[in-house]
């Protein structure tokens, strides 16, 4: 069953189109979660203990409210190999609980490195001493300004998973028209990222293409040419609440589906109990709701 | 003292230019590497023990005629947390054989996420159990598809350290014409890059910048118009060697001073002892005269 099968059908199970991002940072992690640290190791290990225990908390409570966990391998990378250790557990987690785990790294190199970076999400990397079996990822960001032979081995190794990628085509943030909007012939970089995504992607029985796009939130009015340029895939749909994005502009990303569109949000969810003036939201009933918020506005729309 | 001025200083200091690339594949590990991982533990931890001997014994024996050495991540990756280990102890090896360390990890993410490598790369995480150091590298290479505001936190983070970064302007692939050679204006998409990487860095007393770019040797011919754009940028040159670039190419980019090209190769280092048809090369000893001869032309060019 193809990437693009399994998200239809996840998302069709959890009735959610809602990605739960995991960007822990060590000095805003729920209380509950510092405390239950160990009282020895290094900075790097309790943090890490701490970081892995708030992104299991995290899961509990919003994950039923969400199809899929999308988290930033950035936060975790900066605690060293312990940080590591606890996305790999993080990953588990979000695998018991049902959801897709989509590895939010946007790496991108050339074909023999690319190819080392599928061994570390989808894969695994053959040693004298057996298989090491990397995070095991249901998809990944991936970053396409290397060309088509830096994005196959990720997306070939990905399809032998089952898995999928989400190539890079418009991002949520204000630098990203730099080079994404500049314009090329009659069009825009962006949009011969788009062609070349939907080239790249293959449909599923579900019409749900294996490769995906990262196509902002923030740009909204982009999002019909994109659909246009790429019928068939996924639109994951960062910068929904503290990026300033809003459900309700998405509806062109529905147009193959519920699945079509997956609405990402991190800190509006993590930190919804800050949004009480008062303080006296308790974080997981706080994200439990905003998450559950989300899903409700976002499976109106489709 | 910046970037642009240590680099300058440790390439007259060791008179090389060359940057020991370290891509260890863990099936493909010097022997005496392999011999020398302990006979328990998980595969990871054995693999990674072993590629953390291999690199040590690939400095020890080609790091005298190299100015720097450039772990590409994503082969410490995909060994887990292990692997992670790996890394930072070979970053450890490097620094105290006098190498500049490169990290190559070609990351590239919005603003908040940008902030997070640069604490993984350059910095520390504040944690409630105290600061967590990063890998401590003096550069690292970084993808510039997000726009200046994804490449801001970087530069600076690496600024406060004396560091720099390498950002990707040209690759070495031959996918880099795909997005990289699409035309804007009367220029590329690879100059416009180029243009920014020329604004960001800022020149030290040596004349070079703290902020440089990947050009790949496998495109000498873009490289009198990249220097023009970016007169001041240390520029990194992948792909010498397996990917078919040659040193004598190059020469355009040496203009600002001897440090303005850095020439990396990996595999042709690590492998060399395999192009004795006898078999008899120790690998060793071939990484030492294959590093010594490029340094040797790569000198006589500048």
Known sequence: MSFGDRLAARVAE????????LD??????WPDAVHAAPAIGSAAERAAAAVRVHCAALIDAAGPACVACK??????????APGWAALAATVQEARAAGMLVLLDGKRGDIDVTAAAYAQALFGATATPFG???GLGGDAATINPLLGRDSLAPLIEAARVHDAGVFVLVRTSNPGAADVQDLPVGDGTVHERLAALVGELGRPGASGLADVGAVTGATAPEHLSRLRELMPAAPFLLPGIGAQGGKVHDLAAAFAPGRAGGLVSASRSIARAHEADAAGHARPAEAARAEAERLRAAAWALA
């Open 71 to 80: 988290p930033q391998l950035a936060c975790f990378e900066r605690l060293g």
């Open 24 to 29: 822990p940072d060590p000095i805003r992690l």
């Open 131 to 133: 298989d090491v079996p």
């Open 14 to 21: 959890r009735e959610s189109q809602i990605v739960l991002g």
